[in-house]
């Protein structure tokens, strides 16, 4: 555990398949509540069980976390950030084109179910 990220420190946290810069706004036992500041990954598409597999029950569509959305996250998966902040918006544009980018270079079906998930997104985001 990190004991220099105290109430206030901005961080860059692991959550789920995403990852995101924020701010720590509590401090409990076994995680941070985090402000969601920004987005540097955003999470991939389908069953977080069976990562990049497309023969699952249920396919899910995955959105990142939204401006100022606060979630718990596991200390381990938290750790300062010392970068500029970018903008909500335009982070989590340059995420979405970057996971499109690297999707639409695979040709499984995976891939194609995870670009049908991201079509509805960017209808939401965008």
């Known amino acids: 555990m990190d004991t220099s990220i105290q109430i206030g420190s901005i961080v860059r946290a692991n959550k789920k398949t995403g990852t995101y810069i924020g701010e720590v706004t509590a401090i409990k036992e076994n995680d941070y509540l985090v402000r969601i500041l920004a987005v540097i990954k955003h999470p991939m598409q389908g069953d977080l069980h069976h990562p990049k597999q497309a023969d699952v029950p ?41 996971l499109k ?12 179910k995870s670009l049908r998930c991201l079509e509805e997104l960017a209808k939401e985001y965008f």
Do not use: C, I, W
């Open 101 to 112: 980018s690297e999707l639409e270079a695979d040709d499984s079906l995976f891939a194609e």
């Open 58 to 98: 249920f396919f899910h569509e995955r959105k990142a976390l939204s401006y100022r959305e606060q979630t718990p996250v596991p200390k381990n998966m938290v750790k300062l950030y010392d970068g500029e902040v970018p903008d909500y918006k335009e982070s989590l544009k340059a995420a979405f084109d970057k």
